[in-house]
Nanobody, 126 residues
Framework: QVQLVESGGGLVQAGGSLRLSCAAS????????MGWFRQAPGKEREFVAH????????YYADSVKGRFTISRDNAKNTVYLRMNSLKPEDTAVYYC???????????????????WGQGTQVTVSS
């Protein structure tokens, strides 16, 4: 069982930056692939970024590629999402998710993940 707690959301102007964190409980964090998803009002939840258990492999949605960076610190049981050049269309609740697997394969569908955090709101003003 893994519990995930996101933090770092907030209100930022377009062009600004935020760093989201997702802290995981448990001793096996390094065995989990991690993903970030987001859900805007009235829209379906969508994939943002993925990082493999080792941190060596990452994958991004086209909409955030070049602006967002996912990373992890297995010693701290934490995954991060650095968001630069934010746009109003990035406004959403951001969720982290965990999948118990050691592979470099990227998982981009929400049903592929085993555990979810409660989400953190990111609002980008124009």
């Amino acid at each position: 069982q893994v519990q995930l707690v996101e933090s770092g959301g907030g209100l930022v102007q377009a062009g600004g930056s935020l760093r989201l964190s997702c802290a995981a409980s448990g001793r096996t964090f390094s065995s989990y692939a991690m993903g970030w998803f987001r859900q805007a009002p009235g829209k379906e939840r969508e994939f943002v970024a993925h990082i493999a258990w080792s941190g060596d492999s990452t994958y991004y949605a086209d909409s955030v590629k070049g602006r967002f960076t996912i990373s992890r610190d297995n010693a701290k049981n934490t995954v991060y999402l650095r968001m630069n050049s934010l746009k109003p269309e990035d406004t959403a609740v951001y969720y982290c998710a965990a999948k118990f697997i050691r592979t470099v394969v990227a998982f981009t569908r929400d049903y592929e993940y085993d555990y979810w955090g409660q989400g953190t709101q990111v609002t980008v003003s124009s």
